[in-house]
């Protein structure tokens, strides 16, 4: 049995139930738009943002319709945007398999994201979710915001780690706080708690975010994407950041000028990668993942014990030390 076998257990038939039922909100009349959503449905991933949606709910009462609901809505978003980054990305791997642009072009992958982004929109408004739609589309504004305040520096090369932390709370911790704040309003929680939920989410995402950069600075590709993916797109995160502001200037310079290369081969790439190895990048960025996701686990564990509890915890865990 995996790590995330145990840390499903408190939710399992619900997540069984929940596959069935996120399927149903993707199908349509257009023949090419359930070949594509069922390809996407296929090759979905390990279901970390239902699992905290789920998990979420549980640890302060019951998962209803209402659960079910905001783990569809906030899937749906998760997707379309994923489909999008693709395309703005011209990236033609996701989670190791083609791209939905890789296989259908730009045109036809950005209006299936607008598509599951229209489908998440009605069913939060068919239901009445209201609270729901509030929450969800305060991320999803955020997100937006997070990856043009990435490109916009990315241009400049100029992020600090202030700004690389803004950038990654918008563009991937709001929406782990949407799972964890719409999980317990869905099962009845007050205000107060909601705010303590989407507070944790949020560390946890950025948490599960600073994993992810480090990711980048591995030379295998483990992770469904190729290594130095984030260099050639002059993203600058955490552990190149740091290892910049450590570099005696002329190294630093050596680095920028790589990095500003409109063409960058594999030996420049591994040249910014061992850069970063060398200067302590790794480990800081591990450093700072680690108080996220401690700052994340302080919150939960001032809930009462019960064993959605103990799963979340494992979760936040999880987030860190995944091997992809």
């Known amino acids: 049995m995996s790590v995330l076998d145990i840390i499903k257990n408190p939710i399992?038939?619900?997540?069984?139930?929940?596959?069935?039922?996120?399927?149903?909100?993707?199908?349509?009349?257009?023949?090419?738009?359930?070949?594509?959503?069922?390809?996407?449905?296929?090759?979905?991933?390990?279901?970390?943002?239902?699992?905290?949606?789920?998990?979420?709910?549980?640890?302060?009462?019951?998962?209803?319709?209402?659960?079910y609901n905001a783990a569809a809505f906030i899937e749906l978003m998760h997707t379309a945007t994923l489909i999008h980054d693709d395309v703005v990305d011209n990236a033609y791997e996701r989670r190791g398999f083609f791209s939905v642009n890789a296989l259908w072009k730009n045109k036809i992958a950005v209006l299936v994201g607008d598509y599951l982004l229209s489908k998440g929109l009605l069913l939060a408004v068919n239901n009445k979710e209201f609270e729901l739609l509030n929450i969800v589309s305060e991320a999803v504004r955020q997100m937006s915001e997070g990856e043009?305040?990435?490109?916009?520096?990315?241009?400049?090369?100029?992020?600090?780690?202030?700004?690389?932390?803004?950038?990654?709370?918008?563009?991937?911790?709001?929406?782990?706080?949407?799972?964890?704040?719409?999980?317990?309003?869905?099962?009845?929680?007050?205000?107060?708690?909601?705010?303590?939920?989407?507070?944790?989410?949020?560390?946890?995402?950025?948490?599960?975010?600073?994993?992810?950069?480090?990711?980048?600075?591995?030379?295998?590709?483990?992770?469904?994407?190729?290594?130095?993916?984030?260099?050639?797109?002059?993203?600058?995160?955490?552990?190149?950041?740091?290892?910049?502001?450590?570099?005696?200037?002329?190294?630093?310079?050596?680095?920028?000028?790589?990095?500003?290369?409109?063409?960058k081969e594999t030996k420049m790439v591994n040249e910014v990668i061992d850069f970063v190895h060398q200067n302590g990048g790794i480990d800081y960025a591990t450093k700072i993942m680690n108080d996220y996701k401690e700052k994340s686990i302080a919150i939960v564990s001032e809930f009462p014990d019960n064993q959605a509890k103990t799963s979340l915890i494992e979760l936040i865990n999880y987030t860190i030390s995944r091997n992809k």
């Open 12 to 67: 399992e038939e619900d997540l069984k139930k929940f596959e069935p039922y996120f399927a149903s909100f993707m199908k349509s009349n257009v023949s090419l738009l359930d070949i594509i959503t069922n390809y996407i449905i296929q090759r979905k991933g390990k279901q970390i943002r239902p699992m905290f949606v789920f998990l979420s709910a549980k640890l302060v009462g019951n998962i209803g319709l209402s659960t």
């Open 148 to 263: 043009l305040l990435q490109i916009e520096k990315a241009r400049k090369l100029d992020i600090s780690e202030e700004i690389y932390l803004k950038i990654i709370n918008k563009k991937t911790a709001t929406l782990f706080a949407a799972c964890t704040a719409s999980g317990v309003k869905s099962a009845g929680g007050d205000e107060q708690t909601i705010e303590k939920a989407k507070q944790f989410g949020e560390y946890a995402g950025i948490a599960f975010q600073i994993k992810d950069d480090i990711f980048d600075y591995q030379k295998k590709n483990i992770i469904g994407k190729p290594a130095g993916n984030d260099i050639r797109e002059r993203k600058l995160t955490l552990p190149l950041i740091y290892s910049l502001s450590k570099a005696k200037e002329s190294q630093k310079q050596t680095i920028i000028k790589i990095l500003k290369a409109k063409k």
